[in-house]
């Protein structure tokens, strides 16, 4: 049973930080890709940053380069966020593709964890 709880978010000034992370179980952490997505209510949820299996390879959305650090130790993914803004608000989910290769396609993720709200004010 593969189970992804997310923690961290909160209601923070602009230019602030926050750290998200991602407790895995039941799943094959250090095998394959993983990532962070972000969802405003009645819009599409998108990609925001995806780790390899590995951790040596990372890829971000051009809104948050240089802002955000995907990383991944233990059983642990995290999301740290530097320099918040008002369009980082979104609720945040972390994600675990089950095949080969690393996406920014939400389709190609196959387990969810439940989100974490992110306000930036």
């Known amino acids: 049973h593969v189970q992804l709880v997310e923690s961290g978010g909160g209601s923070v000034q602009a230019g602030e930080s926050l750290r998200l992370s991602c407790v895995v179980s039941g799943y094959r952490y250090s095998t394959y890709c993983m990532g962070w997505f972000r969802q405003v209510q009645g819009t599409r949820r998108e990609a925001v940053a995806r780790i390899d299996g590995s951790g040596q390879f990372t890829f971000y959305h051009d809104s948050v380069k240089g802002r955000f650090t995907i990383s991944r130790a233990d059983n642990t993914l995290y999301l740290q966020m530097n320099g918040l803004k008002p369009e980082d608000s979104a609720m945040y989910y972390c994600?675990?593709?089950?095949?080969?290769?690393?996406?920014?396609?939400?389709?190609?993720?196959?387990?969810w964890g439940q989100g974490t709200q992110v306000t930036v004010s």
């Open positions: 994600a675990a593709m089950v095949t080969t290769g690393c996406s920014l396609s939400p389709e190609t993720f196959s387990y």
